[in-house]
């Protein structure tokens, strides 16, 4: 008897390129198994296949099996009456995944009417119910809503629910929570943990967080380039890794340490701060009345060679900050202060805009849509240090040669168009970009994120030993608690526009005062081992 | 929910008033641009008679200033009056209520067979890639090319003359006949624009098959089937409809041309006479329906957008 899930020695090349190679896999009925690698490790790949969704000119040998069926070799029907009744899969964005111009029942009963026979009344009942058991509340309401009226944590769950109607052996979840905020994403493992225990279905979870795939998995499998490093106990792996690769991924698996937080650099009492920031507030006007407020009352200064985090979720006002902070957005009231460059709180003019430009740079989240990709990487830094150095053309080559070669980007990758490096490397070349300048001040708005643990580590450290070096003031705007509190000494809290609570980085990580930032600390996912010993513990008499 | 669908739908009535408006101030005052009195074109050249030119300058309101002369044309228009044709001698609205009819029609079956076959031929060439897209794509471009008065002319070779199927001429009389005798017609205005809304169907398609929705839904176990209609065409509708909304509406103007070839009695051939006669009551009347069409379609259009797409009424259709 094969196991739920059996894929052995399973290839996939495309165009020539091997993008899968002798995979051998299995989950078994009840278990959770994670597959854990970074973009382009093939993941995604696996758990299409899974459901004998394959690239189109793909070639293919070895078996993916799913309760006996060959995907590979399986006919039309056979694959039909696997997606519709064996294994069904979570996908990654629910925004994305579920249809925005029909409605919420009409997702979850499409599936349902067509082939389990039920009317469409008895249809929606059933899918009431199931959202209701997935906390959703007002589910009646729901059904008749469309995507864009709900919020990401809610259209994930309807994702599940989508999922779980069919009541499927194998359930297949493609990172479900990594367009999530924390606290959500919370829920939603939580979510997923309980229904697969309740139904006893397998899972295959796939993430490139190795955090959270401690805590919802005991097996997991490492994969990169393709092929399967590594894959055992979940513990085993994660606390004494065998190979090499696994061993780098623990370690760039970025985890909260009140201990390991930078301390703030030593100041004399009558220094003046590099920026303060003064009562400021974002409201935006909304069409047909109304105004929304990204942020409000913010307050706070941040000196010389100072590291400040900005911690939130989406739509806490992290982002407003930074942007009013660099001057791309106006503030409706208070002011900002940076030395030397004077208030920014009205519209700048060109001249102002260029001097704040000189003391404060932003590096963006993604760097596929910050860097031009008609101009070469080496001509746009050498293009910032012709604007602000006032450096002449053969001196700024030389400038950004050298400065790119300080971020790690060597001499012959110059005259390389954007689209031609990878992720981590289009990333330096934006912290390059920003760093021409000679800033004071480095605004960093969730400049990790759209990156692999492992680059986000080495971008991380990059950063570190730069404001060391240069002597910079960071202000590091992120979602990712983790990354922050490795970054900074100081900490900002906010939640819907508002600083909830701030401070060293060290204290409130240690002993947090806000309800909020208790739950955000504690919404960060801790292997399965240690909740389970502390449930040992608290079920101890 | 019902509140911003409500202020919705005024802002576009709003829009389509503001928009009239000022389409009608362009006709009306375009013509003090061109060169030529009409009062003396009436006169045929004949020896100028100050006396019987200021009679009928008199009798048409042309000595009158241009803003009263405006209000007076306006005025009348909303009350059905669209003043009086200076060559026919007749009012305007029965000169163009004779030949209104025939132009409609036209028009509507062109835009049967814009919509049928564009959309036919874009989701063909969308779902089938490789040689039976290419071809499509090909054939389509070919067909596009082709100016509407030599498309003319080679479908009365071919199915009048060729193979007897259509008539070559004329507008029949009502019903069906009148189907039979503008079906080639209506081909031949439609067929360039049967090609743009093919192309544009095929595009749409295509954007949505990449959407991640529509391999959510495949991943569920949809057939084939369902998921292009429910999950590809549905979605795909919106650009479709905003192109098919330009398209026929712009079928008015261009329908000229088909209706010299074809000897058919339309508002197309009677704006060009009109405008060769200095009849300026007939040709502003005549722009005034066009533009009118134009903007009624798009508001339309307009109007089943949020239908189609629920993200518009509320603003956020950028996400």
Known sequence: MSALLQITDFSLGLAGRKLLDGVTLEVDDGESVALVGESGSGKTLITRAALGLFPDRSQRSGTVSVRGLDTLTAGRRELLRLRREHASMIFQDPRAGINPVRTVGDFLTETLVRWHGLNRAEATAQAVEQLERLGLRRAEELVAQHPHQLSGGMLQRVMIAGALLGSPELLLCDEPTTALDVTTQAGIVALLREARQERGMGMLFVTHDLGLAASLCERVYVLRGGKVVEHGATRQVFLAPKEEYSRQLVEATPVIDPGAAPHAPELPEDAQPLVAVEGLGKHYGLRGGGTVTALEQATFRLPAGGSLGVVGESGSGKSTLARLLVGLETASEGTVQVEGSGRIGHRLRTAERRRLARDVQIVFQDPYLSLDPRIPVGQAVADVFRLHGKEGRRKAKESARELLGRVGIAAERLGDKPRMLSGGQRQRVALAKALAARPRLLVLDEATSALDVSVQAQVLELVEELREHLGLAILFVSHDLAVVSRMCSELLVMRQGRIVESGATARILADPENDYTRSLIGSYPRPLWETESLEAESAAP | ?319
């Open chain 2, 1 to 319: 929910m019902a509140v911003p669908a409500v202020a919705f739908v005024a802002r576009k009535l709003l829009v389509l008033a503001v928009t009239l408006f000022a389409a009608s101030l362009a006709v009306f005052f375009s013509r003090f641009l061109v060169p030529g009195d009409p009062a003396r074109f009436l006169l045929r050249g004949r020896s100028p008679n100050p006396e019987s030119l200021a009679e009928i300058t008199r009798q048409f309101g042309l000595d009158k200033p241009a803003w009263e002369q405006y209000w007076t044309w306006v005025g009348g228009i909303l009350q059905g009056d669209w003043g009086r044709s200076l060559s026919y001698r007749q009012d305007v609205s029965e000169v163009l209520l004779g030949r209104l009819p025939t132009t409609l029609q036209l028009v509507a079956l062109a835009a049967v067979f814009i919509m049928v076959l564009g959309l036919l031929a874009g989701i063909a060439a969308s779902l089938n890639r490789g040689f039976a897209d290419r071809f499509i794509l090909i054939a389509l471009t070919a067909a596009g090319a082709v100016p509407p008065f030599v498309a003319a002319i080679a479908l009365v070779a071919v199915f009048s003359v060729g193979l007897g199927w259509f008539p070559s001429f004329g507008s029949g009389d009502g019903g069906l006949d009148r189907i039979w005798h503008l079906t080639l017609p209506a081909l031949a205005l439609g067929l360039s624009y049967i090609a743009v809304l093919a192309r544009v169907t095929r595009s749409s398609m295509r954007e949505q098959m990449l959407r991640e929705h529509v391999e959510v839904a495949t991943s569920r176990g949809l057939g084939r089937g369902s998921v292009v209609a429910r999950h590809v065409l549905r979605n795909a509708l919106g650009p479709i409809l905003t192109v098919s909304g330009v398209l026929v509406a712009g079928l008015l103007v261009s329908s000229a041309v088909i209706e010299r070839a074809f000897g058919l009695s339309g508002i197309g051939q009677l704006l060009i006479q009109s405008i060769d006669r200095l009849d300026f009551a007939v040709v502003q009347a005549i722009v005034m329906v066009v533009v009118t069409a134009f903007v009624v379609v798009n508001t339309c259009v307009d109007l089943i957008q949020p239908l189609l797409d629920p993200r518009i009424t509320a603003g956020t259709e950028n996400r």
